[in-house]
């Protein structure tokens, strides 16, 4: 069993006390100034979301192939053994999407459903060349997307209490920053394997198939050096995940 506590990042509690406060804050003046209002739109948002919901489902399930004990049932016990570890009582719901060459991985909560959407790139580029060797680094890719839901990052109430805050300038993306070192960490402690953990998040970064297995790490974490300090700072500001030089950084 993972302590999903012990390895969140320090940011993440500083930034997620900062956004709450913020938050309680200017829901209390809300609520305070439009009471009447707010309750009078409650329902028709629950029933907006419920919608949403259904027609997310609808798109999903047509379109994309859902993984289960009988349809890839390798990738399907990984995420059943990671979600036990991280103790999700209820398995998300697991798909491969077709993503055109686009390379990603997404956890997604809509009201009480749990689900995590595979990029059919993504699942390429950790294990097209590595059949029969192991799949260490998908392990990580999926590790890291079960721990957004372990660790709360996508609990609708959660992002309820925090939405006025994610207005605030840089504190969104600086919650949003952690939340990824976070579940880099908790996807490491899955895997349990480091250096499966860093080729995964560094394939990332490189995108080819080809190259994936080829690519030096120290090599790629070198060219954090030339990141111009000025720019690379405001860059990072302004963005909802660190740079993968920082993430790989971070994890070792």
């Known amino acids: 069993m993972i302590n999903v506590n012990t390895l969140r990042h320090p940011k993440e509690?500083?930034?997620?006390?900062?956004?709450?406060?913020?938050?309680?804050?200017?829901?209390?003046?809300?609520?305070?100034?439009?009471?009447?209002?707010?309750?009078f739109w409650a329902i028709p948002v629950?029933?907006?979301?419920?919608?949403?919901?259904?027609f997310f489902k609808a798109q999903l399930f047509g379109n994309s192939v859902k993984v289960?004990?009988?349809?890839?049932?390798?990738?399907?016990?990984?995420?059943?053994?990671?979600?036990?570890?991280?103790?999700?009582?209820?398995?998300?719901?697991?798909?491969?999407?077709n993503s055109s060459g686009?390379?990603?991985?997404?956890?997604?909560?809509?009201?009480?459903?749990?689900?995590?959407?595979?990029?059919?790139?993504?699942i390429d580029l950790m294990i097209l060349k590595k059949q029969g060797i192991g799949m260490d680094e998908l392990k990580m890719i999926i590790g890291h997307e079960l721990a957004h839901h372990a660790a709360g990052h996508i609990s609708p109430l959660k992002n309820i209490l925090l939405f006025p805050a994610m207005f605030i300038p840089f504190l969104g993306n600086a919650y949003s920053r952690a939340c990824e070192l976070t579940a880099d960490r908790i996807g490491a402690a899955f895997t349990q394997d480091m250096e499966a953990s860093k080729r995964a998040l560094v394939a990332l970064a490189?995108?080819?198939?080809?190259?994936?297995?080829?690519?030096?790490?120290?090599?790629?974490?070198?060219?954090?050096?030339?990141?111009?300090s000025i720019a690379g700072f405001?860059?990072?500001?302004?963005?909802?995940?660190?740079?993968?030089?920082?993430?790989?950084?971070?994890?070792?």
């Open 206 to 228: 490189c995108g080819s198939d080809a190259l994936a297995d080829q690519t030096n790490i120290e090599s790629f974490l070198q060219q954090e050096k030339d990141v111009p």
């Open 13 to 39: 509690q500083v930034y997620l006390g900062a956004a709450a406060v913020v938050g309680v804050l200017i829901w209390l003046i809300l609520l305070v100034a439009t009471l009447g209002t707010i309750i």
């Open 234 to 252: 405001i860059s990072e500001l302004y963005s909802s995940h660190p740079r993968m030089t920082m993430r790989i950084k971070e994890l070792q």
């Open 68 to 97: 289960s004990e009988n349809q890839y049932p390798e990738i399907y016990n990984i995420v059943k053994e990671c979600s036990k570890c991280l103790n999700i009582s209820a398995i998300p719901d697991v798909f491969i999407v």
């Open 102 to 122: 686009t390379t990603n991985a997404i956890a997604i909560r809509l009201l009480s459903k749990k689900y995590v959407l595979l990029y059919s790139e993504l």
């Open 46 to 54: 629950a029933i907006s979301l419920w919608i949403t919901g259904q």
